[in-house]
């Protein structure tokens, strides 16, 4: 019984005191992560995230981090104590032991404690995420072997397509493999559906810093929300191997401010004028109440 | 399994007998194993009409659901917004898409929206449309009347139909936790060529003999519903 | 007890006929771990072209994408189908399922022959599948409509789904052979509780097969019909859904990470008592800890596709349920590290592979924690940290537990010694390569990098040179292994009987090494003292 609140206590200490160091570490890590909405060479960590979705998204993930670092570096630390302490020439005569219900009981429960814990923000994550409150605007994305379109369906129904801008045409300044020829223009501060669909195969509508990924698959339309909150250019790519060109249909959104917002839809509705008309037709529409 | 080794003569005599049963037991274990592996290859096979039927009655994956139109129906207070949405898929040579953006209705009220068809290409094609709504928790309230959904299109080339859909909401939708927030369903059709051209074949055979007596390329049809 | 064979009776036919008609579990077994090598070099040369085509941002010599597609499908395939399975699956357990558990042979000689060969056709159907018509560029999870007629004609898919159906056979008909025998055939006083772990770990693998392998068969006939025949079981327009093929092969694909990771665990254990001269600490613990681990792991399919558009609900039973895992997994590693716990521990090779492997399923352990968060999952879903996630978890775990089985086994089955410096070394060589192969990338997937893709921005070029560096020299432990294969058998050294002393418990260490042709022809008697 002695031996077991030894190595019980023992396991303790070094438990609490790998954690606190594996907090440290990290904090002392974290000054250097990068805040930009593109990834950086040597990133380590997420990108800075532009809407409430994401912003939790690391809140939460962070919390996970530390514990699952921490686990890491009690199972580590516990081996080099084993190749130490258990090694033939320091311990020639092995224990009989083979059971201990006191410390079975423990790495049973304590993990189902710490899976509580992360159980509980999880699902306040994930029906956060599921529910616009009131969306103020619709997107439509399609994806298309091998380019993205896009649809304002409140904003006049004007459809662009958004192509990859090839190598060989890429400006000094530019980014290899997520700029292309038509940005998708988004209001800043406003929640915006997307509906989600594709023409072909399967794509992934993904854009990291907003914390938006969404398959977008063909015959069904799916549904998701975004409120970007800062001012900015934001890059994804398609996350979902759909064929030959996978690694060239890049997005590009670019989030401009209400005002702005308007006038590129003035400018847009002209240059995007679809051969389709707009005008909404009420043709042999009837409601038929009681 | 033959024995070559002799420990003592009463253990191998248990063993051969054991050896023996063994087996019969082990044909009986091979069978009940088999088993299994039918069972669950028959259960694969199953889980296409079980996921379909599944989905429709719970309006999982934002199925949509057929229904009669009861008078009766309770109407809600909150009207909602029907956005209509339109795709084709990329392998049918077609234009395709609503001739209203949205309509406003409340839930328990009837309603009928057109959607419009074009085929682009020279020659005639059935196509089929597919048909979801977004949410995907709404689908169990969406009910469909009439809908062009139901069965397949041809088109002439160059043809233009409209084509009607009949529908009203599930009152109950407001009464959902999950669903009374929804404002907002989108109803999203795509269209695709059918597998099975050989209605669009006997039609340019015919079209091909007789070509004034169809309706003239670029002339609007409407399809009447009911 | 070593001396109960005697030479005048390994009956054995020589040549071709040998091998070819063979209905000997150890020479079966012996067949498919070299079909594992064979089949290790082309899945290990197409990681070695991928990641040299990933050292630097831009097309290094891949200049058909389809080709790198290709490659990837055919990894994933070949390491999941060819490499991983038949070595833990079929060359174990063929080899040490009868001697452990004291009977002369499996229950169906002749289907273990059929299983193999139908494994080897497969894996030539399979490669053929890569250089016809393009190849089959869909990855390993064949989503449609990516793998439909309309976007992959030809027949490579074709050719890749009958690989598949021959594979899965194979499985199906090895499951049956391995649950007939251990259930039926444990040499007397060998009840289920007192089963070595390994053979606990064959048997729940055996019944995962069983289960999960039929549901693959299903779908992928499906498949193949709605490719060539005109059904519409994924095909939108005839009234299917894609999304149900991810539902099926999820269905199979969950289960079937378990069924690579289950013989891991069951080596893994084996090892671990041995080398601390212990007996494994909280036994029923560990078996019904793999057991609970089997069954939960058909119930959390779907947390593969989180982004699929599903109703909150699902999710977060999938979130929930995929968390569940995480205890008996956790009991696993403790049990491990306890068994360890005040032993006498030699540090020898397999050893030092199965301490390998509990770090790196530790590691990948605690991201599949955070993976099974549906939310979280919306960053990590198709990045690469979901790539580092799985082939911390599964492959490069896999891999170490085969290396281990392979150093701690290969005394019994060549009766040879291995050089125990180049044991160490390879693994050093080794744990240095994989790590610096995936750890990095872990880093680039939380910047968004997605996977299969051919070229990426130029942003992530660091952390991906690293990791192509790392796939340098996890190559060169290979070639080291095959090394220490080369110079263990042409070496004099005479393996004993029992090489690892007084840890080593299990009835394989009571016959000859090399193990003769027929072992336990008198059922050993294991029952506990006094008998029975």
Redesign the interface.
């Known amino acids: 019984m002695k031996k077991n609140s030894n190595l019980l206590s023992k396991i303790y200490q070094k438990f609490s005191s790998l954690v606190s160091l594996s907090v440290a570490s990290i904090c002392l890590l974290w000054t250097q992560v990068s805040h930009a909405a593109e990834p950086t060479p040597w990133q380590w960590y997420f990108q800075s995230p532009a809407t409430p979705v994401m912003e939790q998204i690391i809140e939460f993930h962070n919390l996970m981090f530390f514990v699952e670092v921490g686990i890491v570096l009690l199972v580590l630390g516990l081996m080099v104590y084993i190749v130490v302490k258990f090694n033939s020439k320091a311990n020639p005569e092995p224990t009989k032991t083979t059971h201990n219900t006191a410390l079975e009981v423990l790495w049973t429960v304590i993990p189902i404690v710490i899976l509580i814990v992360f159980a509980v923000p999880s699902m306040k994550l994930l029906f956060f995420m599921e529910k616009a409150q009131n969306p103020e605007m619709t997107l439509k994305v399609t994806g298309n072997q091998w380019y993205w379109s896009y649809q304002y369906p409140d904003n006049g129904n004007f459809e662009f397509d958004s192509n990859i801008i090839p190598d060989e045409d890429i400006k000094p300044g530019q980014r290899r493999l997520l700029e292309v020829d038509n940005q998708v223009v988004l209001p800043v501060n406003t929640e915006i559906k997307v509906l989600l669909t594709a023409r072909d195969v399967m794509h992934n509508w993904a854009v990291p810093a907003f914390g938006i990924k969404m398959d977008t698959i063909p015959g069904r339309i799916n549904e998701t929300w975004v409120k970007v909150t800062k001012i900015g250019t934001y890059y994804g790519q398609c996350s979902e191997l759909c064929g030959v060109a996978h690694s060239r249909m890049p997005i590009a959104v670019k989030v401009v401010s209400k005002e702005d917002f308007k006038k590129w839809l003035k400018k847009a509705k002209s240059e995007f004028a679809s051969s389709d008309d707009n005008e909404v037709l009420k043709l042999a529409q009837f409601k038929k109440s009681k | 399994m033959k024995l070559k080794k002799q420990r003592s003569a009463s253990r191998v005599g248990a063993v051969v007998l054991n050896t023996e049963k063994e087996n019969s037991r082990n044909g009986l274990t091979a069978v009940v194993l088999s088993f299994l592996v039918f069972s669950m290859i028959g259960l694969a096979y199953a889980s296409e009409p079980l996921y379909r039927i599944f989905c429709q009655v719970t309006g999982y994956g934002g199925t949509t659901r057929i229904a009669v139109f009861d008078n009766k129906s309770s109407v809600a207070e909150n009207s909602i917004t029907v956005r209509f949405d339109a795709n084709v898929n990329k392998l049918l040579p077609w234009r395709f898409k609503p001739m209203q953006n949205k309509i406003i209705l409340k839930p328990g009220e009837q309603a009928m929206a057109f959607y419009e068809a074009t085929n682009v290409s020279d020659k005639p094609i059935v196509g089929t449309a597919v048909f979801n709504v977004a949410p995907f928790k709404v689908g169990e309230y969406f009910n469909k009347i009439e809908c062009f959904c139901f069965t397949e299109q041809v088109l002439l080339p160059g043809q233009t139909v409209q084509m009607p859909v009949t529908f009203f909401v599930d009152s109950s939708i407001v009464e959902d936790r999950n669903t009374k927030e929804v404002n907002t369903i989108t109803l999203s059709y795509t269209f695709y060529a059918s597998d099975d051209q050989s209605e669009a074949e006997n039609l340019s055979k015919i079209s091909l003999k007789m070509k004034k007596s169809i309706n003239n390329p670029g002339e609007t049809q409407i399809i009447q519903p009911g | 007890m070593s001396d109960?064979?005697h030479d005048h009776?390994d009956h054995r036919p020589s040549g071709w006929k040998r091998w070819a008609y063979s209905t000997n579990h150890k020479d079966i077994g012996t067949m498919y771990l070299v079909l594992s090598m064979v089949a290790a070099i082309i899945g290990g040369a197409a990681s070695i072209l991928m990641r040299a085509e990933l050292h630097e941002?831009?097309i290094q010599f891949i200049t058909d994408?389809?080709f790198y597609?290709v490659l990837?499908t055919a990894h994933g395939f070949i390491m999941v189908f060819f490499v991983v399975m038949p070595a833990l699956i079929g060359g174990f357990g063929n080899w040490f399922i009868p001697l452990m558990i004291g009977t002369?042979?499996m229950?169906?000689p002749r289907m273990n022959n059929v299983s193999f060969w139908l494994v080897a056709a497969a894996l030539i159907l399979l490669v053929i599948a890569g250089f016809i018509d393009g190849g089959a560029?869909?990855?390993w999870?064949v989503?449609p409509?990516?793998s439909s007629a309309?976007?992959h004609p030809g027949m490579a898919v074709d050719f890749g789904i009958l690989a598949l159906h021959l594979a899965g056979a194979s499985s199906?008909l090895g499951?049956?052979n391995f649950?007939?025998t251990i259930?039926?055939?444990r040499a007397p006083g060998m009840t289920f509780h007192r089963m070595p772990l390994f053979i606990w770990a064959m048997l729940l693998t055996a019944f995962l097969l069983?289960?999960?392998?039929?549901?693959l068969?299903?779908?992928l006939t499906?498949l193949l019909t709605d490719r060539n025949f005109?059904t519409?079981?994924f095909?939108?327009?005839?009234?299917?859904?894609?999304?149900?093929w991810q539902?099926?092969f999820w269905f199979f694909g969950h289960p079937e990470v378990y069924i690579m990771i289950l013989p891991a665990f069951g080596i893994i254990s084996e090892i671990v008592s041995t080398f601390?001269?212990?007996?494994?600490?909280?036994?029923l613990?560990m078996a019904y800890a793999m057991t609970s681990i089997g069954v939960v792991g058909f119930v959390v399919w779907a947390h593969h596709m989180y982004?699929?558009?599903?109703?909150?609900e699902t999710?977060?039973y999938f979130?929930?349920a995929t968390?569940?895992i995480?205890?008996p997994t956790?009991?696993k590693?403790?049990?491990w590290?306890?068994t360890?716990?005040?032993?006498?521990?030699?540090?020898d090779t397999p050893m030092l592979y199965s301490?390998g492997f509990?770090?790196l399923f530790?590691?990948g352990g605690?991201?599949g924690?955070?993976l099974a968060?549906?939310?979280?999952d919306?960053?990590f879903?198709?990045?690469y940290f979901v790539v580092a996630h799985f082939h911390y978890v599964l492959s490069i775990s896999a891999l170490f537990s085969m290396y281990a089985g392979f150093y701690y086994w290969l005394g019994k089955m060549s009766g040879k010694r291995y050089p125990e410096w180049l044991g160490r070394l390879q693994f050093w060589v080794t744990f240095v390569g994989v790590n610096l192969l995936f750890f990095p990338q872990?880093?680039a997937g939380?910047?968004?990098?997605?996977r299969?893709?051919?070229?990426?921005?130029?942003?992530?070029?660091?952390?991906n040179m690293v990791s192509s560096w790392g796939a340098y020299v996890s190559a060169v432990g290979g070639i080291l292994f095959f090394v220490v294969l080369y110079k263990t058998l042409t070496s004099n050294v005479k393996a004993d009987a029992n090489e690892w002393g007084v840890g080593a418990t299990t009835l394989e260490w009571t016959v000859d090494s090399p193990a003769p042709f027929?072992t336990h022809?008198?059922?050993p008697n294991v029952a506990p003292e006094p008998a029975e």
């Open positions: 109960i064979t009776h941002p831009g994408p389809q597609n990837v002369p042979d229950a169906f560029g869909t990855g999870t989503y409509p990516l309309d976007y199906i499951a049956i649950i007939t259930i039926n055939m069983l289960l999960a392998i039929p549901v068969a299903g779908a499906m005109g519409a079981f095909a939108p327009d005839g009234g299917g859904d894609p999304v149900l539902h099926l601390s001269k212990k007996p494994i600490f909280g036994y613990g982004t699929m558009g599903f109703n909150v999710r977060a979130t929930l968390m569940v995480a205890v956790g009991i590693i403790f049990s590290l306890a360890m716990w005040g032993g006498s521990i030699k540090f301490m509990i770090f530790v590691v605690v991201t924690v955070t968060n549906a939310g979280v919306m960053a879903h198709d990045t872990h880093f939380m910047a968004g990098m997605p299969r893709i051919i070229d990426y921005p130029d942003a992530y070029a660091g952390w027929h022809e008198v059922t």
